[in-house]
């Protein structure tokens, strides 16, 4: 996936897209530099955010302060 080779994604804001959803935080599993995902507002369930999480162990949901 294109979205795997951004080298410098920290911080990902999806919040308020219902569309989205566990299938599409499945595009972000090999982004290792990520640290942060708002997925407020989506449709993305706590099976698919523990699944991004087991696959990026540093990253936090929510917005970071």
């Known amino acids: 996936s294109k ?3 951004l080298p410098k ?5 999806i ?7 566990d299938q599409g935080l499945k595009f ?7 640290k942060f995902i708002d997925v407020a507002g989506t449709s ?6 523990a699944a991004l999480q087991k696959a990026l162990p540093e ?3 929510g917005h970071p302060h």
């Open 3 to 5: 979205l795997a080779r």
């Open 44 to 49: 993305v369930t706590d099976k698919g955010k």
């Open 59 to 61: 990253l936090q949901f």
């Open 28 to 34: 972000f599993q090999n982004t290792k530099t990520l």
């Open 15 to 21: 919040s308020g897209l219902p569309k989205f959803n």
């Open 9 to 13: 994604l920290h911080t990902l804001i």
